[in-house]
């Protein structure tokens, strides 16, 4: 089903960009479950303020890239950093910056351009990814695979990630298969299944496609895919979705119980751990003490601890492997040396945090992942007001004099809390 878009900026914009279904649609019946193919002419816009074939010249020839944000490959095998890599040179000593002269090289035989991370380098990727991470919810990467034409980059594989293919320029032949290992995880790479994938592209693909300008597929991890460039070079970004799951559930459960006793004691002395039999004792009191811990769990109290304990230990994932919009140091500290009442300030773009009082009441309290900041209890309803979103005054905080509205956001703009509008 095509939407005739209604797709504004106040509904996550990022993914809508990405998918021709509402996103309620898409979060039910694709999202980790099976591929979504959308044509350029279902989606609201190009992708070609993300990345173009120019682009793709200034990051190889100007932007001083090193591995591992380039790598190679040549029909299905991966070349050496040498062959496209050299010192950078008087003033950039470094031996694995990428040679534009190499590349042209390598590229002009057939190979591979793949651009790594450009969520970390190319700027109009970091502020998109970042859109897309807040839409979806689990942390991401972005990755342009740059295809001669006629070539082909990697023999079929799957990921261990749900990806979205974006093609920017040029045409790619995508063929999709069913997975031989469904929904694997980060340590369960295709190459354990080699064989079997092999195999499984032999058969009719679930999807057989030339992709264009414009077009977008989703595609859940475990599903097989390969692709070649036809009639000239092809552009496409791989959006590689780092999918949180029940696994990662359990870990964090898991990590709880160091706080039962049953389970800290030592294992006998001189156990043989080659021995299955003498293992069996200890196996099954241990699985008798995670039993009991789980069941207790499941109580009223314990259950509130276990998602209490899966919450910190998520979100602390979570903030680790993403980041939140990017600050201007300089210009900060310009903006903070003018600040006046008409000065306007708003919360930084995908910062996390909870607000709250102090046990005592006497400060409020912005706790993200990184940091804590206290200000004065005075100060709740101004930072109240701005953790809501929007663009602000100063002279607009409720509850704060125009001295203190300039000490509070002179503050939040030093902790990167806050972010010149």
Known sequence: MTIEIERGSDVRPALSRCISVAPE??????????????????????FTDLMTEAAVDELVSSRGLRTPFIRMAHEGSVLAPGTYTAPGGFGA?????????????????????????????????????????????HPIQVNAYITPASSRGFDPHYDVHDVFVLQIAGEKHWRIHAPVHVDPLRDQPWGDHRAEVAEAATHE?????????????????????????LGGTSVHLTIGVAAYTRADVVQALIGSLGDVAALRSSLPAGLDFSDPAALKTVVDETLAAVQQAFAEMAGTDGEADAVVTVSKSLTSRFASATRPEPVSPLATVDFIAALGESSRVRWRGSLHAAVDL???GASVRIRTSTKTVT???????????????????????????????????????????????
């Open 375 to 421: 200000l004065p209890a005075e100060a709740e309803a101004a930072v109240r007001r701005l953790h809501e979103g929007g663009e602000l005054a100063l002279g607009e905080l409720p509850g704060l004099d125009a001295a203190s509205a300039v000490v509070v956001v002179r503050r939040l703009l030093r902790e990167g809390v806050l972010v010149p509008a």
């Open 93 to 137: 000593e470094v031996g694995d910056q990428v040679s534009p002269e190499k590349v042209l090289q390598e590229f002009a035989a057939g190979a591979t351009i793949v651009l790594q991370g450009l969520h970390r380098t190319w700027p109009p990727l970091i502020d998109f990814t970042r859109r897309l991470v807040d839409d979806l919810g």
């Open 205 to 229: 693909p679930v999807i057989d496609a030339v992709f264009q300008p414009g077009d977008a597929l989703y595609l859940p991890r475990g599903w097989i895919h390969s692709a070649e460039a």
């Open 25 to 46: 649609e898409f979060d039910r019946e694709f999202w980790g479950l099976k591929p979504l193919l959308s044509r350029a002419e279902n989606l609201p816009e190009g």
């Open 358 to 360: 102090s046990d005592d």
